[in-house]
C-alpha cells in the first residue's frame, strides 16, 4: 500500500500457549516514543485463540487499543494461516508502522509479510526513531557489523521492521489504562502442508544468560578448553554464567546458548567481564547495556575499551587466575 491514507503504530502481539513474549511489551515501550513523535495511535495485534484474556495486559503496557483475532486455525503459531490473518487485517486499517519482535515467530512471519504487503521490511533492528525531518528510519549494523545503517521505507506501507530483543526497557504497567478491544472475524485456511507432531520445551542447564546477573565472556583470544577452564574458575568464583563472542561458538568451544551479539543473545547483566574480546560492533550491540562492564585485553586499541567502565591491558592467562585466586581470597 502508498503512503498515503496510512495511521497507527503496530506491534505484532506475539503469544504461544496464551503467554506473550516479553519482547512485546519492550516493542509497546519504543511505540511509546514513536507516538510522542508524530502522534499516531499504538495499536497490539494479538492473534491466537482463546487468548483474549491477554488483551489488558497489552493495554495496561502501553498499548493504546488491542487488535483481537481468534481462530481456532490460529491457535498454534503456523506461518501460512498467521500470513493470512495478519494480511486481511492490515489490508483493512493500513497502518503505517509494523513492528515484530526478532523471535524466531518474528522472524519467520515478518517477511511474508513483506511480501503479501508489497512494501519493505528491515532485519534485526536495533533502534527506531525519527530524522530531523520526520522520516521513520530503523537502525541495523551492516557489512558484518562494520556499520550501522539508516534504514528507510519512503513510499510503500506499513513500514515494517523485526525488532532485536532485550534492547528497550519496558514501561511499569498501568492497570489503570484504558483502551478498545475490537474483535475482528479472519478467514482462515489451515495450512496442511506440514503437521506439528509435538512441543518440548528445551532444557537449559544453569541461568540462560540474558538472565544472568554476572557473567564472565571470552572471545576470539581464547584458544583451547584449558584456556577456557580459566575463565570457567573465576566464574565460579564470582557465581557468574559462562558466555562468549562468536568465534567460540564457531570453534566448537561453546554452544550457542553461550553467545552474545547480533546473532546471539542480548544481555543486560549488574556485571560482565569481557576477557579477550576485541568489541566488533555485532558484540557490543549485545552486551553493551550492562550495568558494568570490564574487560581485559592485551591490545589497548581494542574497540572493547571504549564502551568499558574499567579496562585492563594484560594477558588474560596472568590476569585471570590472579583475580580467581583473590577473590577467593577474600571470600574466605
Known amino acids: 500500500m502508498q503512503k498515503d491514507n496510512v495511521q497507527g503504530i503496530w506491534i505484532f502481539a506475539e503469544q504461544e500457549n496464551g503467554a506473550l513474549h516479553p519482547a512485546v511489551f519492550e516493542l509497546l515501550a519504543k511505540a511509546q516514543e514513536l507516538k510522542a513523535h508524530n502522534g499516531e495511535a499504538i495499536t497490539a495485534v494479538l492473534l491466537g485463540d482463546q487468548v483474549e484474556a491477554l488483551a489488558p495486559a497489552l493495554i495496561a503496557a502501553g498499548a493504546d487499543g488491542v487488535l483481537l483475532a481468534e481462530e481456532e486455525n490460529l491457535a498454534a503459531y503456523s506461518a501460512r494461516p498467521y500470513q493470512q490473518a495478519l494480511t486481511q487485517l492490515a489490508e483493512k486499517y493500513c497502518p503505517s508502522i509494523l513492528l515484530y ?5 518474528g522472524r519467520d512471519l515478518a517477511p511474508r509479510m513483506m511480501v503479501s504487503l508489497h512494501t519493505g521490511l528491515t532485519a534485526d533492528a536495533i533502534d527506531l526513531g525519527f530524522d530531523e525531518d520526520g522520516v521513520f528510519y530503523q537502525t541495523t549494523p551492516g557489512y558484518g557489523g562494520s ?5 528507510v521505507i519512503l513510499e510503500k506501507r506499513p513500514q515494517m521492521a523485526t525488532v532485536r530483543t532485550g534492547l528497550f526497557a519496558p514501561l511499569q ?3 489503570q489504562r484504558t483502551g478498545e478491544i475490537r474483535r475482528e472475524s479472519v478467514s482462515v485456511e489451515l495450512d496442511d502442508s506440514y503437521e506439528l507432531l509435538g512441543c518440548e520445551p528445551k532444557v537449559v542447564s544453569g541461568v540462560p544468560i540474558d538472565k544472568a546477573e554476572i557473567l564472565v565472556s571470552g572471545g576470539r583470544g581464547i ?3 584449558a584456556e577456557l577452564a580459566l575463565l570457567r574458575e573465576l566464574a565460579d568464583a564470582m557465581g557468574a554464567e559462562i558466555a562468549s563472542s562468536r568465534p ?6 561453546l554452544p550457542h546458548s553461550k553467545q552474545i551479539g547480533q546473532s546471539g ?9 569481557n576477557v579477550a574480546i576485541s568489541g566488533s560492533v555485532q558484540y557490543q550491540i549485545g552486551m553493551n547495556g550492562a550495568a558494568c562492564i570490564v574487560s581485559i585485553n592485551k591490545a589497548a586499541g581494542s574497540p572493547i575499551f571504549d564502551i568499558s567502565h574499567y579496562g585492563a591491558v594484560a594477558d588474560f592467562k596472568s590476569l585471570v587466575p590472579a583475580m580467581t ?4 581470597k577474600r571470600k574466605a
Open 101 to 105: 519482535p526478532a523471535t524466531p515467530m
Open 223 to 225: 584458544k583451547d578448553e
Open 173 to 175: 504497567p498501568d492497570p
Open 265 to 273: 543473545a542480548t544481555v543486560k547483566p549488574k556485571l560482565i567481564v
Open 147 to 151: 556499520i550501522l545503517a539508516h534504514i
Open 248 to 253: 567460540l561458538v564457531d570453534g566448537g568451544l
Open 325 to 328: 585466586a583473590e577473590i577467593k
